[in-house]
């Protein structure tokens, strides 16, 4: 890939380089994750746009898998998010740079991602969140079965199961692996928009649920989001 142009895409993370240039991992609509070095940033006006939580539009240009910003251009308004909001959005950005590779397209995630920056904002976030967690694991190859049991059985909405993302579903009762969840939550996040996940106990279920299942293909890696999320209960 030699460049791309104008191209919608949220900054994931930043830091200072050099003098005046910035490093910035942006999450792009059709190229996935990309890592660019921004030049010139206070010159240019781009202090202010390469911050999370901004919709842009991009242009890059380069072959190597550090990129070179050539043009960046607020598309929309950003989000000012506070507290709980704020953890929820780093924990997003978190997940993706430990679950994606550079210039792996990942366009229901993309689509998923922005859904729930705005749901933080404005809304009850938590199942555009499950939502765009479900999108990841599927887009990343880690996609879970949760219609079926182990044995090839449909799931039961009234059933209670453990759940484990090597094995999948199994009646509660016949093993003590996994996570244990009603079958109504699994088929609450089976279903295409997530009817449901807003009800207790599907909710803090799936919450449960999704936590485990994210933090084994993180392999032991810890999130700063998540004592984000402690400090805020203590």
């Not at 942006?26 to 919709?55: C, H, K």
């Not at 989000?79 to 950005?93: P, V």
Request: charged share 25%; hydrophobic share 35%; net charge neutral.
């Amino acid at each position: 890939m030699n460049g791309a142009q104008g191209q919608p895409a949220w900054v994931l993370h930043r830091r200072a380089f050099r003098e005046s240039s910035t490093l910035v991992e942006l999450f792009s609509q059709e190229y996935g994750r990309i890592g660019a070095v921004a030049n010139g940033v206070r010159r240019r006006g781009w202090s202010g746009q390469l911050e999370p939580f901004i919709p842009l539009q991009v242009s890059w240009r380069g072959r190597g898998d550090l990129k070179t910003l050539t043009t960046v251009d607020q598309a929309g308004r950003g989000y000012a998010l506070r507290g709980g909001a704020l953890a929820c959005g780093f924990y997003m950005a978190e997940v993706l740079l430990a679950l994606t590779r550079r210039e792996d397209p990942h366009p229901r995630t993309w689509e998923r991602y922005a859904v729930a920056v705005d749901c933080l904002a404005t809304d009850d976030a938590e199942p555009a969140l499950r939502r765009f967690e479900l999108a990841l694991l599927e887009e990343s190859g880690y996609g879970l079965e949760l219609e079926q049991d182990v044995h090839g059985e449909p799931v039961v909405a009234q059933a209670r199961y453990r759940y484990s993302p090597e094995r999948g579903a199994d009646r509660a009762g016949t093993g003590e692996c996994g996570v244990e969840v009603s079958g109504a939550t699994l088929l609450a996040l089976a279903a295409t928009e997530g009817q449901g996940l807003s009800e207790e106990p599907v909710r803090s279920e799936a919450r449960r649920l999704m936590r485990a299942v994210i933090q084994q293909h993180l392999g032991g890696r810890r999130l700063r989001s998540r004592e984000m999320f402690r400090s805020l209960r203590d």
